[in-house]
Structures are given as C-alpha cells and as structure tokens.
C-alpha cells in the first residue's frame, strides 16, 4: 500500500480511487482524568460522557520513529452499562482517541 | 482390475490460449471489453490473492500472487473479478469438444492449455502446415455452432488479434516451446530435424522448472536452453539432480513426449428399484436427483463432463418409459443434468407407476485438470452456484441504490500494532 493510501486509511477516509476504506479507525473522544491519570470519564459528544467503570490492560507503542513517530498510551476500560472500549493518548499532541477492541 | 488403453501420439500440436479464465470474463462482461482497464482475476481459493493479471494492469507493476492491497495501492483503477473456476472449466471443456473433432489424441494440460496428438492426420491433411490449418479451422468450425450458446470461444479466437497460439513439433515440449513463440493467431512449426536448432535460442524461463533453479542457473550464466544443453549432462545432474536430467534433455531435445489421449469411458449406469411402484412426480424428481448424484460420483467419470444422458423407467404390467437429453454444453453439476430431464419428466409423464429407474451417461467431453480440482463434487459446483447468486444479489443490490453496498473484508497489515492499519474494506464488484 502506497504511504498516501496509508495514510487516508489511517484517518478513516477512502483513497483517492474510492476504493479502500480502513476498519477500526480511531474516533476523537474527550477523556477525563483522575489524578492519577487514569481515565474516569470518556465524551465522544459534548455533554453525553460516560463513567468508566474499571480498567483493564494498559499499553504503549512507539513505532515509526524514522519518519512521523507514532507514540501512544492505549487504555483497556469497561464503561458503565458493561461496554468495552480501547481509548489511547497520543503522546505527541495529548488527544484521545476511542478504538474498538480486538 | 484392467487399465484403460491410451491413444498416444509422438508429434504434437500445442494449443494455447494465455490468460484464458480472463478472457472469459471479457467474453461474457461486454462492459469490460468496450472500456479497456487494468483488471485481474482473484485466485479461487482462500488466499484472495491475484490469479491471473490482464496487460494493463500488468504496466502498472500488478503481478500474479500478490495480495489486494498490494495491486490497488500499485494500480488503484485496478477491476477486480471474482472467478468462476466452473465456468472457465465449461467453455474449455467446448474447446476440448472442438479439437477431438479434428484429432481423437487430446491431453489437456491446464486451463486454455491443450496438446493435440497428429500422428496419422498427415493422411487427412497433408504437411504440417495443412495440420495446423485443420486445427484452427476445426475450432472455427465449431465456434460456428455453439456461438450462440457461448460467447467464450467465439470471442478469445475471434477477437481481431486472435490470442489461440498454436505450435507444431516432435513431442509436448517443442510444440509448446514453439506455442510460446507463435504471434497470437498465428503458429511456428519445428520440422523433425530441426528441434536442436530451435531449441538452442530459447530462454531457460520455457523449462518446467522451480524458481530457485531457475534463479541458480541465471546466476550461473546459463539463459538458453542451448547453454545448458552444453553443459555435460552429468554435471547438470550433480548440480540439480534428478530435475537437473530431465531439463537437460528437455533442452538438448533427447526427450520427446507423446500426447496421451483418453478413451472416453464406457457408459455409466445407477439404477434404483422400488418396493411398490410410484406415480408422484415429486418422488421421481428425488429419486432422479439421487442417482444423478450417484452416477457422478463414479470413479470413471471424474476427469469427464457429461454430454448425453438418459433416463430409463420401468413401469408396471411391462410398459416403459424414456427420456434422452443432449447438453449443448457439457456438465458436471447435478443441476444442469438433471433439469431438462425433469422437464420431460413433467411435460410427458410415464404412462403408469415407476417400478424401476435408472440413469445412465452415454455421452462425454473431456474435462481438464481444472476440472477435477473445482467441478468434480458436488460441494465444488454448490459453492459455485452460492457465488454466482452472490453476484447476481449484488448487481440487483447496485441498481436499486446506485452504489455499491457490499465489501470485502481485505487484510492490509495484519501484522501492524496499530488496529486501524491491520484490515480494510473494499467494493465487492461482481
């Protein structure tokens, strides 16, 4: 795959020719933090959180340092009501994102 | 148990036809001959990798044996279409029809790849040019009548620039040396004598071998089958052992194969007696599906496409009853056997209750190797039929919403640590 096609697919958009669509892409959430930094509250509208109940695993990747390093804390929670969810913090900007688990 | 006796034949005409699973999908899609594009064919296992990959899309760096991903992110504009194994099968199978119309030897090598015995035919037609000649004109001849039926044939050798190659020599190896050499539509003809000559200029990528021999002999220098027919023989042989003799005698033109043909087998029968006799439609129709079923499982038939068959009832107070069908296109699939026979069966009904029925196979086409892998059961020709409503749902699909609305799942980077790289959809164009 092409870096360009790769990196439509790597925020969820078609390539150029209408064609591939990447799964599991990322959704920007708003987190809320304890003081511990551990995630308490995930948004992904304004206004409509919700709790998180517990937290599984966590892990982090450090990959593609030789061109746009990738550098995230991915977060296993299980949300109010029983959902799972995998959130990550992409250390280089501070966003969080939202993934389905695999 | 005896062994069935073999019609061989020493000088061989070589018919080949290159990229032929493609060809009929061009064939039968007039969308995809009117606008030239990259297309390529997936393989039909479960690999989803690239089969076979038309010339344009070939420019664009697409290879057989690489992965979706890896095609579209070479060529995004590349067509994919998904195969049908059991209909390539088909129309090689009317192929295979036309040539033992001009020769009773046939071998079929692989899909669009068939070597015609020409021992003897000399008589009928005289040199081998006149050989060659009778070959084109027998499949002509026969396109003539199975045109309407079938666009396949009539369009891979009728196209303006015909793509069947045709090449005449001693034994299957030099025919299909000069069929690789042959200008589509045209032939090359290696006389007796002059095999060595021919052979010496001809790269080593003709010779059956695996790739890393291959790659060891280019490393070594050797790129004609001339420079390795140079080497002693036992040279060759310490350095690749038992297929370093064959190769070398291939290229020195010490070997020379015969065409083996197949006796057609003698007619297959399953019968079924019934304790009382029965009138019900519904159960002759099951009963039929049954020994249909039954016949094709036959050990005698696999390799075979039936062309006729028939069947026989028993009625009671001695009476009888018949039903013959003639396939235009010859089939393995139950399905297609057997519904002209229940047509007969409900348009002309036997005249009393059934008290025995029995099917039998009177007539065959030859099969191909292709055959065997993807037709030969039942399970094959099922999954087939699934995928071919698959398509149809799909186009149906298409029209009603003006776009496309099914994907397949394709993996990108599996391997990836990132979860969003690992898979991807694609359009699931029929």
């Known amino acids: 795959m092409n870096p360009e096609t790769m990196r439509n697919a790597e925020v969820g958009m078609r390539n150029g020719s209408d064609r591939l669509r990447a799964l599991n892409v990322q959704q920007r959430v708003v987190v809320e933090l304890d003081d511990s930094g551990a995630p308490v509250v995930v948004k992904r509208e304004?206004?409509?959180?919700?709790?998180?109940?517990?937290?599984?695993?966590?892990?982090?990747?450090?990959?593609?340092?030789?061109r746009m390093p990738i550098v995230r804390r991915y977060v296993e929670v299980i949300l109010e009501g029983g959902g799972r969810l995998v959130l990550f913090e992409d250390l280089m900007t501070g966003e969080w994102f939202a993934q389905m688990p695999t | 148990m005896t062994r069935p006796p073999h019609l061989t034949s020493d000088s061989a005409a070589c018919c080949w036809i290159p990229l032929f699973a493609l060809r009929c999908e061009v064939a039968r899609r007039p969308e995809l001959a009117s606008h030239p594009q990259p297309l390529a064919l997936l393989a039909p296992d479960a690999s989803r990798r690239l089969w076979q990959v038309a010339p344009l899309a070939r420019r664009a760096g697409v290879k057989p044996g690489m992965t979706v991903s890896q095609a579209i992110g070479l060529c995004p504009s590349l067509?994919?279409?998904?195969?049908?194994?059991?209909?390539?099968?088909?129309?090689?199978?009317?192929?295979?029809?036309?040539?033992?119309?001009?020769?009773?030897?046939?071998?079929?090598?692989?899909?669009?790849?068939?070597?015609?015995?020409?021992?003897?035919?000399?008589?009928?037609?005289?040199?081998?040019?006149?050989?060659?000649?009778?070959?084109?004109?027998?499949v002509r001849n026969a396109e003539c009548g199975i045109e309407v039926g079938s666009q396949l044939v009539h369009s891979a050798l009728h196209t303006p620039h015909s793509a069947l190659r045709l090449g005449w020599g001693k034994g299957k190896f030099v025919s299909w040396v000069a069929a690789t050499r042959a200008r589509p539509g045209g032939a090359v003809i290696v006389r007796p004598g002059e095999e060595m000559n021919f052979?010496?200029?001809?790269?080593?990528?003709?010779?059956?071998?695996?790739?890393?021999?291959?790659?060891?002999?280019?490393?070594?220098?050797?790129?004609?089958?001339?420079?390795?027919?140079?080497?002693?023989?036992?040279?060759?042989?310490?350095?690749?052992?038992?297929?370093?003799?064959?190769?070398?005698?291939?290229?020195?033109?010490?070997?020379?194969?015969?065409?083996?043909?197949?006796?057609?087998?003698?007619?297959?029968?399953?019968?079924?007696?019934?304790?009382?006799?029965?009138?019900?439609?519904?159960?002759?129709?099951?009963?039929?599906?049954?020994?249909?079923?039954?016949?094709?499982?036959?050990?005698?038939?696999?390799?075979?496409?039936?062309?006729?068959?028939?069947?026989?009832a028993e009625l009671e107070h001695g009476a009888s009853w018949l039903a013959t069908a003639t396939l235009k296109e010859p089939s393995a699939v139950r399905e297609r056997l057997a519904a002209p026979l229940k047509t007969q069966?409900?348009?002309?009904?036997?005249?009393?209750?059934?008290?025995?029925?029995?099917?039998?196979?009177?007539?065959?086409?030859?099969?191909?190797?292709?055959?065997?892998?993807?037709?030969?059961?039942?399970?094959?020709?099922?999954?087939?039929?699934?995928?071919?409503?698959?398509?149809?749902?799909?186009?149906?699909?298409?029209?009603?919403?003006?776009?496309?609305?099914?994907?397949?799942?394709?993996?990108?980077?599996?391997w990836s640590r990132l979860p969003e790289r690992r898979y991807a959809l694609i359009d699931y164009e029929p």
């Open chain 2, 79 to 138: 067509k994919l279409c998904e195969p049908d194994p059991v209909h390539y099968d088909e129309q090689f199978a009317l192929l295979l029809a036309a040539l033992s119309a001009v020769s009773p030897v046939i071998e079929p090598a692989e899909l669009g790849r068939v070597f015609v015995g020409t021992d003897g035919l000399e008589g009928l037609y005289g040199a081998p040019e006149k050989i060659v000649e009778a070959i084109k004109c027998g």
């Open chain 2, 199 to 312: 052979l010496a200029s001809q790269p080593i990528a003709v010779l059956p071998l695996d790739p890393d021999t291959h790659r060891r002999l280019l490393q070594l220098g050797i790129k004609t089958l001339g420079a390795l027919a140079a080497l002693p023989e036992e040279a060759v042989v310490s350095q690749f052992g038992r297929a370093g003799r064959r190769v070398w005698r291939l290229a020195a033109g010490r070997i020379a194969e015969p065409v083996v043909g197949r006796v057609v087998p003698e007619p297959i029968v399953a019968a079924l007696t019934f304790f009382s006799g029965i009138g019900e439609r519904e159960l002759l129709e099951h009963a039929l599906d049954q020994l249909l079923e039954r016949a094709l499982r036959n050990p005698r038939r696999i390799g075979w496409r039936v062309q006729v068959v028939r069947v026989r």
């Open chain 1, 46 to 66: 304004p206004g409509n959180g919700k709790r998180i109940e517990s937290i599984g695993e966590t892990w982090r990747i450090d990959d593609e340092w030789w």
């Open chain 2, 345 to 414: 069966l409900e348009r002309s009904p036997p005249a009393g209750a059934v008290e025995r029925l029995a099917v039998e196979f009177t007539g065959f086409a030859p099969g191909t190797a292709e055959l065997q892998l993807f037709a030969r059961d039942a399970n094959a020709a099922a999954r087939a039929g699934r995928r071919r409503a698959l398509q149809s749902a799909a186009r149906e699909i298409t029209l009603r919403v003006k776009r496309p609305m099914l994907y397949h799942v394709i993996e990108v980077q599996p």
